[in-house]
């Protein structure tokens, strides 16, 4: 990864960064998501995995990772499950492997779930790298008309979308960064620099001791 200290560009190698991010429905999640992943295209989401039937048009490993019930709650056991659900019969978890990898090359994977899963994802053996950011809109009257202005779901859908939201921000004290999304290229903005931060952090610069020793064992001119 490159990191820039004065003219000279230095490749010191980091850890990746399992981003968390957040957010009642229509608060701006996806579409910050997606801007993100435009600045930096070496950010990918979280592939999960799934016991529910492939849908028409959905590919295996990037869609979802499809498994059975056995193979699922096998990786549950085993530790490999950063976090898992069940939704109406069937099980969706983040696989632990395709994260670690990444992590290792220092790439930086981003998670789109709910509070209970953030939980989970902090509390997993990979927890102290995760940087977790929550996205709340302006106003619950925004949020509302956010939603209608899709031209998706019935008033009681909506309705039920609004109940959960209330639950959903009440953990908001849970996160690392909370963003008012009043303005989207500024929230992006916001978070961009959460992450240049983060990525900067001394802990997070695997390769910055041996630097360092190399830098010390120079002879000045």
Request: net charge negative.
């Amino acid at each position: 990864m490159t990191h820039n200290a004065g003219n000279a560009a230095l490749m010191i190698d980091r850890t990746g960064l399992m981003v968390i991010l957040s957010s009642p429905s229509g608060a701006g999640k996806s579409t910050l998501a997606r801007r993100l992943m435009e600045w930096d295209d070496s950010l990918r989401f979280s592939v999960s995995a799934t016991t529910r039937a492939p849908r028409p048009g959905e590919v295996d490993g990037v869609d979802y990772h499809f498994t059975t019930r056995e193979a699922f709650l096998r990786m549950v056991a085993e530790g490999q499950m950063l976090e898992h659900a069940e939704v109406f019969g069937n099980l969706y978890g983040s696989p632990r492997g395709p994260v670690e990898q990444a992590m290792q090359a220092g790439r930086d994977t981003l998670f789109d779930v709910d509070w209970q899963g953030g939980q989970q994802i902090r509390a997993s053996a990979l927890g102290a790298h995760v940087v977790s950011i929550f996205v709340l809109p302006p106003s619950l009257p925004e949020l509302e008309r956010r939603l209608r202005g899709r031209g998706q779901d019935s008033d009681a859908v909506i309705a039920g979308r609004m109940e959960k939201s209330r639950s959903e921000i009440s953990h908001w004290a849970e996160y690392d960064y909370v963003l008012v999304n009043d303005d989207l290229d500024r929230t992006e903005a916001a978070m961009r620099a959460i992450l240049t931060a983060e990525r900067l952090r001394r802990d997070r610069q695997a390769g910055l001791g041996g630097f360092v020793r190399a830098l010390m064992a120079e002879e000045t001119a």
